[in-house]
C-alpha cells in the first residue's frame, strides 16, 4: 500500500474551498492508503515567531479535520511538533542542501520581501524541513496545491541526493499528487476565482448558518441577464459553479433556464444556494462544536497519532544513521 502525507499549516479555519478541493478526497484516501495528514505547527513559526495560543490553533485544525471525516482509526493523524524524529531528518539534510538552491525557492523570496525585518533561517530551510516532513515516512504522494510545486522539487532532490551521496535506496522520490476531477474548485464569494482565507470571499466550516446565508446573499452579482442563451459574466458563472457543488442538478437546470430565458433574480438564487450549502455545512458544523467542546479528547486523539507518527520515523532514522555512519540505539 503507498504511504500518503499531506500537511496543513494552523493558521485559521478550514473553508469550503479546502473541503471540496482536498479534505473530502483525504477522507476518501483514508481507505486506499497509508495515509499521515499532519498539522505543521513548527512551519508556522517561520513567519509567526510567537503565536498567540498554537495549541489552540492546532487543536481548531484537528477538530475540523476530524469533523470532515479523517478517522484516526485508519489514517494517522498528528501534530508535526509532537514529532522530534522530524529534527534530526532536517537536519542530516541541510548539511546537503545547498544556499544557492534555497535562495531561489519563491515564497522565500516572497516572504523575505514581505518579512525583510525576519528573515531566519527556519524560512529560508523551510523546504527543508518539508522535505523531513515527508521522506521520515518515506511517502511516495503528497497532495499539494500549484504553491508547493517547487517545495516539492526540493523534497525530490533531497531524496534523490541522499540516495546518490550515500549510495542507497533509502528514499522513494515524493511525487505531487493530483486528485483530478473529483477535486472541486470552488470559486469566491467577491467574484475571484478561487475561495480563500477572507472574511468576503469565504465561507468557513464552521460558520454559523446565519453567516452563512449573510454571506452568501452578499455574493458580487451584475444587473441580470440582458439577452436571452448569452454568456455569463465570471461573477455569474461562479455563483453557478457554487450551485453545481452543493445543489441537485434539477436546482441547477431551474436556474440555468432562468438566466436562459432572462428571468433570473439572483436574489432567488442566493436564497437557494445559501440553503443547500447550510444543508451541507450543518453536520460538519455539529461535528465540529462536538469535537472543539472537548479538548482533553482531542489531545488524546494527537498523542495517539504522534505515537504511530515517531515509530514510522524512528524506523526511517534508524536507517538513515546507519546509512551515514552514526551509532544506532
Ligand atoms: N508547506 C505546506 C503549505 O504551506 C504545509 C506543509 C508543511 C506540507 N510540510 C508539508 C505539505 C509536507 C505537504 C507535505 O501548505
Redesign the pocket.
Known amino acids: 500500500m503507498d504511504t500518503v ?5 494552523p493558521t485559521g479555519h478550514l473553508h469550503l474551498g479546502n473541503y471540496f478541493g482536498a479534505v473530502r478526497s483525504f477522507v476518501k484516501m483514508q481507505n486506499e492508503y497509508n495515509c499521515y495528514f ?1 498539522i ?1 505547527d513548527w ?1 508556522s513559526l517561520t513567519t509567526h515567531p510567537t503565536p498567540k495560543n498554537i495549541q489552540n490553533s492546532t487543536r481548531t485544525i484537528l477538530a475540523e479535520y476530524l469533523a470532515c471525516g479523517l478517522d484516526p482509526e485508519k489514517a494517522t493523524i498528528y501534530i ?1 511538533s509532537d514529532v522530534v524524529e522530524t529534527i534530526e531528518l532536517y537536519l542530516y539534510l541541510n548539511m546537503n542542501t545547498y544556499l544557492g538552491e534555497l535562495g531561489r525557492v519563491t515564497t522565500f523570496k516572497e516572504k523575505a520581501r514581505q518579512q525583510p525585518d525576519n528573515v531566519n533561517a527556519g524560512l529560508f530551510t ?1 523546504p527543508t ?2 522535505a523531513a ?2 521522506l521520515q515516512h518515506r511517502a511516495k504522494w ?4 500549484k ?2 510545486e517547487q ?1 516539492m522539487e526540493m ?1 525530490r532532490k533531497c531524496a534523490r541526493r541522499f540516495n546518490n551521496i550515500y549510495k542507497t535506496d533509502l528514499f522513494p522520490e515524493p511525487q505531487n499528487y493530483y486528485f483530478g476531477a473529483e477535486a472541486l474548485k470552488v470559486p469566491g464569494l467577491d467574484g475571484s476565482g478561487k475561495m480563500g482565507k477572507s472574511d468576503g470571499n469565504c465561507i468557513y466550516l464552521c460558520d454559523e448558518e446565519k453567516v452563512v446565508r449573510k454571506k452568501v446573499m452578499r455574493a458580487v452579482t451584475d444587473n441580470g441577464p440582458q439577452s436571452p442563451n448569452s454568456e455569463k459574466p465570471e461573477v455569474i458563472a461562479n455563483l453557478f459553479k457554487m450551485m453545481s457543488i452543493v445543489s441537485s442538478a434539477d436546482t441547477l437546470q431551474y436556474f440555468e433556464e432562468k438566466w436562459n430565458d432572462c428571468t433570473l433574480r439572483y436574489g432567488d438564487m442566493k436564497k437557494q444556494l445559501a440553503e443547500d450549502m447550510v444543508n451541507v455545512l450543518n453536520p460538519i458544523r455539529e461535528r465540529i462544536l462536538e469535537f472543539s467542546s472537548d479538548p482533553a479528547r482531542l489531545d488524546k486523539i494527537a498523542a495517539a497519532g504522534a505515537m504511530k507518527a515517531r515509530e514510522s520515523a524512528s524506523a526511517t532514522l534508524k536507517e538513515v544513521r546507519r546509512t551515514i555512519g552514526f551509532r544506532v540505539y
Not at 502525507?5 to 499549516?9: D, M, N, Q, T
Request: aromatic share 10%; hydrophobic share 45%; glycine share 10%.
Open positions: 502525507l499531506s500537511g496543513i499549516r499532519f505543521a512551519h508535526q523551510y524541513l518539508m516532513d515527508i503528497v497532495p499539494v496545491g504553491d508547493q517545495n523534497a
